[in-house]
């Protein structure tokens, strides 16, 4: 069946250092892949979004590249900020085209200390 | 206001009560979705309907029922309130075969049954 699976949490890190949440993934076909971010106290918002194999998602700061070879799209930014801190989901959609629910990860939480 | 609202954000109540939490969008999304988020389990489906008069069951739908009479609300009722249901109640939407774009997300409903 389709799954995600991402590292357990909480990743404590200090601003300004690196930050990696590793996410893969089992499907069959060929799945949409997403982050989502939920913030203390809110709903969950779509991050970024990669819709095939190579394709490199972005936005604010965060990067995450779908590789199929390795089932993987991992989650990095180059210089986390205080205000970074959340919970971090992985999901993946199992087809491209056509409605598909999305299966989520179990969330990572991210703890940035200035 | 445009956008996926839920209301209460909060409620307190005592089992064997029922309760009704609402969820209304204004985007005409078709697919619209209610998850329970607890601490170990992450995000998990509850009921998710395709249309108006069109539900169907998720992961854990017992004790629960929903109804969509039209498009834009979903509400989710506890029939008899267990201490078990105490969550984080998320409503989500989705364009129709847009699997690819992801789900918008509510703000959530923090409910507690004593």
């Known amino acids: 069946g389709n799954s995600v699976t991402q590292m357990e949490g909480p990743v404590t890190l200090s601003e300004e250092a690196f930050l990696t949440i590793n996410c893969t993934y089992t499907?069959?076909?060929?799945?949409?892949l997403f982050w989502y971010v939920q913030y203390p106290g809110e709903g969950l918002q779509l991050l970024l979004k990669a819709t095939k194999a190579d394709d490199k998602g972005s936005n604010k700061g965060f990067e995450a590249t779908y590789r199929k070879e390795t089932t993987s799209f991992h989650l990095e930014k180059g210089s986390v900020q205080v205000s970074d801190s959340a919970v971090y989901f992985c999901a993946l959609s199992p087809m491209n085209t056509g409605f598909q629910k999305l299966v989520f990860g179990t969330g990572t939480r991210l703890l940035v200390s200035p | 206001d445009a956008g996926i609202t839920q209301s209460p954000r909060y409620k307190i109540t005592e089992t064997g009560r029922q309760v009704t939490l609402m969820c209304h969008q204004t985007w005409s999304h078709s697919y619209m979705f209610w998850y329970r988020q607890d601490l170990g389990h992450g995000l998990r489906l509850i009921y998710y309907s395709a249309a108006a008069d069109i539900t169907d069951k998720g992961e854990v739908p017992d004790g629960y029922v929903v109804s969509r009479s039209k498009t834009e609300n979903f509400p989710l009722t506890l029939e008899s309130a267990t201490r078990s249901q105490t969550s984080v109640y998320f409503c989500?939407?989705?364009?129709?075969?847009?699997?690819?774009?992801?789900?918008?997300f509510g703000s959530g409903t923090r409910l507690t049954v004593v």
């Open positions: 989500a939407s989705s364009e129709l075969g847009q699997g690819s774009h992801g789900y918008t």
């Open positions: 499907a069959t076909g060929y799945p949409s």
